[in-house]
T-cell receptor, first 114, second 115 residues
Framework: DTAVSQTPKYLVTQMGNDKSIKCEQN?????MYWYKQDSKKFLKIMFS???????INETVPNRFSPKSPDKAHLNLHINSLELGDSAVYFC?????????????FGPGTRLTVL | AQSVSQHNHHVILSEAASLELGCNYSYGGTVNLFWYVQYPGQHLQLLLKYFSGDPLVKGIKGFEAEFIKSKFSFNLRKPSVQWSDTAEYFCAVSLLSGGYNKLIFGAGTRLAVHP
């Protein structure tokens, strides 16, 4: 069984379009994350939700809007896509406590903006 | 600001060579430390983690890492690498941020192992 799944795996689109990436976890975790991995493989957190509530919001443009309909899902909607949005987006989940934060990652969504 | 530094961006080794990848972090508080691996075209997988206790931790696939608090380091080692170890390796630090844990990743080290 897939623990953290993302759809789609690949997404190719034109500049200016709006697109969404979906993430689901079946681990029963309370916290979910979105990371962006750029072309140099640098991995940076974008957002985190705990039980549907936004808890981490790094300096990400307003065009990016996460939505968590329930604690097992965290979707990422991107408006007015730009060339610089091309990257691999990883979803992750964890069951946090103050001593432990192992995160489980999804397979990634490779977004290409033309 | 908190940061994680991985000194080697690209490492090329022959099979059976020994490996050591450096990782330093800048944060004075209590940290949890991780090494993740990303095989070509795949997602990140946890190699090993340190929370407390014995500073020498052993992970999967023969990897180990040593936490040296005085040096703010958490270097990854493997005595004899294999071709299948070719991957990107990420060091990460878990910090408390607003009451929640946040992972800060290093820039990654790309390891290429030649047969």
């Amino acid at each position: 069984d897939t623990a953290v799944s993302q759809t789609p795996k690949y997404l190719v689109t034109q500049m200016g379009n709006d697109k969404s990436i979906k993430c689901e976890q079946n681990l029963g975790h309370d916290t979910m994350y979105w990371y962006k991995q750029d072309s140099k493989k640098f991995l940076k957190i974008m957002f985190s939700y705990n039980n549907k509530e936004l808890i981490i919001n790094e300096t990400v443009p307003n065009r990016f809007s996460p939505k968590s309909p329930d604690k097992a899902h965290l979707n990422l909607h991107i408006n007015s896509l730009e060339l610089g949005d091309s990257a691999v987006y990883f979803c992750a989940s964890s069951q946090p406590d103050r001593l432990y934060n192992e995160q489980f990652f999804g397979p990634g969504t490779r977004l290409t903006v033309l | 600001a908190q940061s994680v530094s991985q000194h080697n961006h690209h490492v090329i080794l022959s099979e059976a060579a020994s490996l050591e990848l450096g990782c330093n972090y800048s944060y004075g508080g209590t940290v949890n430390l991780f090494w993740y691996v990303q095989y070509p075209g795949q997602h990140l997988q946890l190699l090993l983690k340190y929370f407390s206790g014995d500073p020498l931790v052993k992970g999967i696939k023969g990897f180990e890492a040593e936490f040296i608090k005085s040096k703010f380091s958490f270097n990854l080692r493997k005595p004899s690498v294999q071709w299948s170890d070719t991957a990107e390796y990420f060091c990460a630090v878990s910090l408390l941020s607003g009451g929640y844990n946040k992972l800060i990743f290093g820039a990654g080290t790309r390891l290429a192992v030649h047969p």
